[in-house]
């Protein structure tokens, strides 16, 4: 594709600023995106913001390379901005929006000691609206904290006087070998907290040998993502389903055609709809009112909440998607083993392995506490299934994500028949504090916690962790008991036989 | 009725503040108020307070129009007050009393993101007096605050893989088709906190077609209330039976003529006494401090607290109902049905159901934690009849309020059962935030939060939800069992016969 | 007795600071307290810390008058002091020691609308070692709180639709008729806290018909104390039986001629030995560091605590009292009814009630969570009773104390089976908010709560109240079950035959 | 062996800062220890962080006198420092590093009402890097605070008219009569905190006839902390086996000619790999990074957290201990009874009464919540062991330790069976505040506390105390109940017999 060498001034750029003509300036060139507008996944209001103007610092981040020439036609590119006309306003603006954090002050990643720490440094050294899309979750918090909060209300049963001079963390997923029981969740644009983006956190995973899920809302492309990866480095890929099925076909071809890199497709199903994640609004609606009034279109209506980085990323997911139609579809456009993220119930773990052997594993997950408040942490679900249908862990593998802070919270969900624990969160903030380095930090610091853990209980391997490692009563006599109680005592043969 | 022309000083109505001669000026003319003062609702030392002034702004948000003329004689009316002789004094200490937020720094409603939000704007906006009407209940606060925790205490049951494209909240109440499970519950005196009143909720309810339930201490005339009312708007009218049945039974004939409106008849339970609200109580002592030692009436005794608002509004309130001859002596007066308003417990919801179908439906209130403090919530009086007399929610309706602040709360009010949700301060905290825009604003974040919570649990119609989309258990420990526990081995049986 | 009529002065009083020889002031008197000294109930140092001074402020708030006369000889009267060589350092120190709140600043009694306001304004005006002495509790003050907390965890059910007019919450308590179902409980020193005294809390019960138990530590005697008592009006005494056994039953013998005030003898029970009250013994610590160092004593040992005016009170108290020896050695000496304070297992409920008709009541108490820290509230001694030996309920009345603070609380014991509710530190409280009006407002607020909440329950008498007029059974969940739950299933029987 | 007399200057010493050439003065002596480096117990970089200067006042609390003698070798003292080239620079530091009480700001110990007083004081007084050890414990800290807690959540219930005149508190371990239930539990660096050291607190216990256990890791010898015991004072030796077997059985050798005062090996088991105690880990940090970057050493990798004192003790501590190997070597090299430290599961407190009579004692302990965070309390092991394997009670002693505070704590553990208890912090703690006198206050505290509550609880000795003293539902109510509850249902005797 060639590029216009035409020099434009900003004075010129600055005057196409509404829905009739709008032109913004992408890496020092100018486009019309005018005719794009309606069909901007995140509204044309976003992209009316920063219309007439250099808004590369904004779109950098969360659009991965060749978006732009995917949907523009060449004649969209005017030609080069020139640089004498341009200053620099949005540049600076986006600078104060960090909160100031000069680089001597960012401590080493070593003296880090815990996932809070980290924590703490990414709030400081990211752009506020990364942290906040990062940070946020829905409604009240209260599924996000009780994540966490769950976890501490299990105690540890040490046993002693045994030799716990080694220690194994290591174990296999799908049947591929991984160096840890901890795995990166999905989670999107990594390049807004930190240039490293998902390569970043690849590089970090591949010391560890652990296993990193790709979002469909990745930075990079996947290609970029898995470049650098070591021999046996285990990857999956998030599907959101696209209204426009094509696609998500092609994104599949894509993906089948990486298969010594990508082992399964995980389809998310805990968000179909996007939950209402306040903070994540907030800022939104705070940068919405520096705009002038004139770029404000009356034909997009005001939603309660209006959208934050959030909402923008939803645009054109589907919302239809069922077990008897969407996985036969699945299997037609790859042979990958399907892993179903967003389970939440004992009933659609029963159902997911009925679909074994197309569906290989589940991620209990209640999308972080970001879908809906007060939805059920993963610890929940997992005791609910050992209740009430324990066969499914025998015929499809368990996973889950949401809360883990400590090495501790990895080895409880692994005694109750975890497979692998996965932290979504924790590798983004690590990749705020420090890019790969504070990824690498993240995961150092769990596996240590993770293998303490596991010698203090007197274990060796993963494998060897089981129920009799932890009490859970307290959290035991809160879960799902069924219409009073009945599910103990027989209803649930009649509720599964309707599923 | 004429008016007297004749033109009076300020300086002769100031002459008039004792209990021998009290003089008020009300809408620019004067009025002997000495006969009325033994018979005011509020007592005589709340007139006694304001005499000698103009008391316009004190008495028109709380008395609709006409209550003047149907309370006082023609010759009470004594002349016009000379407008150059008067000095606004009244009028500025009311302005000061305001919590002094400018226009300008009024948020737009549309960026206000929940009920809280709301409730804080609101909280700035009205005059303190009016938010501490609002914003008390009784006691400790205990029931207030339970009411809304329990909903926290209760956990969804997402469940995925199903088609939640459509949405679809909308129910029936009594047989009429409504857009929301969501009604406006009976509040009194809603001019206090903006002058759109109650006028300006129904306004806002018809975009929503949501119903609402008048109070009978409204500040606007039912007549005024409805005028502007869409086809198929529906309402309620809510009793608080009068000592003096004469009143209540003209009250109800009125209502009776509007019944393309007023589709029942809502009879309130949960307060035949007065709860004790401090906060409201307090507002008036210190009221009352500001006032000259001059005009304290020795004969009337100083009851603990003194009374606020509340307690004003009280006075005249019959204490007497009963089953046996409340229900019948409503029968003779309306056919509408009736709706009883206040049940916290399965045996009265029982026996409610035993008065059907002239009752047609129970709400389950604590009266928005005003009556009595640690009475119970309207989920655990649910769970009651669910566990106890699930036979009630064949026969009527049972509608709950008190403690709804997000979507999640009213689906989890549903799937127990409930066919409708009431919110009374939120509503009001709408009016005061914003008028009508700002119920609008809260009706439209509570319905697009319960449609995303329906969306997330995979339900597309209020029918749909069930008992298996939460998890009530921990609530369900904690509901009344009976003496021993023998509740649920039977002995409820023969306290049912008893009832 | 005659007085000596020499004048002495300062400059010589102040020369006897020492257990050689040792004078102190008291009303305008100067005394050789020399001899006195090893005798003292609240040992030598208390004393040795005033000598040489005027001790007036600090001895008559918690000596009754005759003490003086009872303790010393004649000649141990010097003569009077010479007022004008008395500098009064010691009064200003005493003022100083008030938390300096002015007259003015004292709100009228009837603007206190709970009893936490009451006791902030207490807090306010009362000297500091009083409060600290009221206030204190043993420990770590979690009995205290947890007397309180245990009501709130108790849920109110309302029954509606009945007729609520009259209210009536007198009852009976040994068959004698008292106007409130609510009475003071025995607590020490009262003047300590304003100088109306105990005879002002009497004053304050003849009001509203309130039973009075007089404390055997009481700052007035027992005839000063019932002086001014109404026909009717119902007293106790409560007897600490001395190691010295003659003088209790010089006590008794004096209580005896008072028959027809005082109804019964209130035994304590709950505080053999005296707890730990940190806070008050802090107290006596930062006053002990002013002294100066040459009166402390080598002779005494240094206890842990030290001892506030809590463990000079205990001096002289017998611990070795005993079922089998104490009832008879009572009745002996007297044939008034017997209550025995501070029962707070439901085997030694059972035990009292085996001991019927001499003992008639017992007053379940953990001594206001003063004597042992982490003991059980009288709620879970009224479960116990309930649970495992309701017979105990018709032989002899139970009443209870500790923890009430709203007339909810009251209603929810008496709901329980309790006959009546004691008020200890909010009686003292209202004495020092207002001495005799404190008392009467303390009494006014909690009988009107009562009352609001008795209405509300559908309540006429206080006979109506029943379980079923409460939901206790998140507190039924932790009340004692015996070893390994046993008590349920029979073991009861087997320790039961045991005692 | 003889001292060299060269007089080196600290000009010269300065210039050996590196892992090919390290000085370090001691106590007035030169050092080259260069050589010993790579076997520095805690690393070689704590030396050379204090390389080439005068490192006494580090060195000194932590190394038992004798240490240098049998690390060096003779020709590694190379002379003496001259003490005129010697600027105290190190000394200077190590002040600013206390917290600045004078000394005139310590206030007596008999002020000091209680254990959290004395903690206070300590944490003033003691240098911070004392501080931190101490107080530090793993992750969250929630083990620690749990330790406490679970004391608060049990009730005492206290018999009365019961003669409590008498109360003895004494008892028996292992048929040796004790003063006290509660023995000090070995804790490291005694000296960190006070130079009194191990013997200020043996000094201490003589008084009260407390046991003690001395830690292995103790800052002085045991031949030193025995010296001035008193007959019949009991110690025990805590044991942490080395890799270097031999330098363990050299120090049991050691004990066992000590035998009049040792009376028992203590094996810890709860530790076998350090715990994450991250205040302790940052407070090394902290001191690291004002070293000079030229010392760094390239060959220590950067472990997570690096270690602070507790990670530095446990350098070749063996964590390969076995009931099967490690029991059979200990007969073989003492016939001292053996107390096994640090069970936490009913499972292993079977498994150790198994292994009576070699074994005698278990210590239920989770090492103070410094092993690993979430580990349950030693409440939670008694009341497993009593529900489960009650028959461990009768086989072996059972003594307890962590989170106590009160002597209501100490009452509890022994009505649930336990013989004794231990404290460790607040030992430290009272050394700190006071040195011997701080260790003698805290022990008054908790025996006058102690014996106030079996007086209130009725009980005269230490064997009277039993469950029924206490209710402990709501902490039974959350121990460890086997998968699915079949632990309480004849599973535990099939994992019995696979122990």
Known sequence: MKMSEKLISAEEVVKHTTSESCWVVLYGNVYDVTEFLPSHP????????????????????????????????????????????????????????????????????????????????????????AWAYYYSSSDDTFSKSFNNKVYRDILLRPRVFIDCTRCDSSTTLLDHKVGLPIFVSPAAMARLGHPDGEAGIARACAKFGAMQVISNNASMTPEQIVADAKPGQMFGWQLYVQNDRAKSEAMLARINRMRDRF????????????????????????????????????????????????????????????????????????????????????????????????????????????????????????????????????????????????G??????????????????????????????GVERTLEILKAETETCMRLLGVEKVSELSPRHINSRKVERDIFEGDAGLETFGLWDKVKSKL
């Open 263 to 406: 082992k399964f497709i995980c389809l998310t199903l805990d968000a179909p709809v996007p939950g209402k994640r306040e903070l994540d609004e907030k800022q939104n609606f705070k940068n919405a009112v520096t705009v002038a009034s004139g770029v404000k279109t009356a034909s997009e209506p005001n939603r309660p909440g209006g959208g934050g980085v959030g909402q923008q990323l939803f645009f054109g997911t589907a919302s239809d998607l069922t077990w008897k139609v969407t996985l036969p579809w699945l299997a037609k456009h790859t042979d990958l083993p399907i892993v179903l993220k967003g389970v939440q119930t004992h009933e659609d773990a029963y159902l997911a392995a009925k679909y074994a052997p197309q569906v290989r594993a589940v991620i209990l997950s209640n999308h972080g506490g970001r879908a809906l408040d007060t939805a059920p942490p993963a610890v929940h679900t997992l005791l609910e299934i050992r209740k009430y249908c324990p066969e499914v862990l025998d015929r499809i593998e368990v996973w889950v994500d949401g809360g883990i802070k400590r």
């Open 408 to 437: 501790t919270d990895v080895v409880k969900a692994l005694c109750l028949g975890a497979k692998a624990v996965g932290i979504g969160r924790p590798a983004l903030f690590g990749l705020g504090a420090g890019g790969q380095a």
């Open 42 to 129: 995140g509204g044309s209001k976003i992209i009316l913001q920063l219309a007439g103007r250099d808004a590369t610092e904004e779109y950098d981040p969360i659009h991965p390379p060749g978006t732009l020439e995917e949907n523009l036609k060449p004649e969209a590119k005017l030609g080069k901005i020139d640089p004498q006309t341009l200053v620099r306003t949005t540049k600076t603006a986006a600078k104060e929006e960090k909160k100031g954090v000069s680089a001597d002050e960012i401590p080493p990643m070593e003296s880090l000691l815990n996932l809070d720490e980290i924590e703490q440094v990414a709030t400081k050294r990211m752009p506020e609206k």
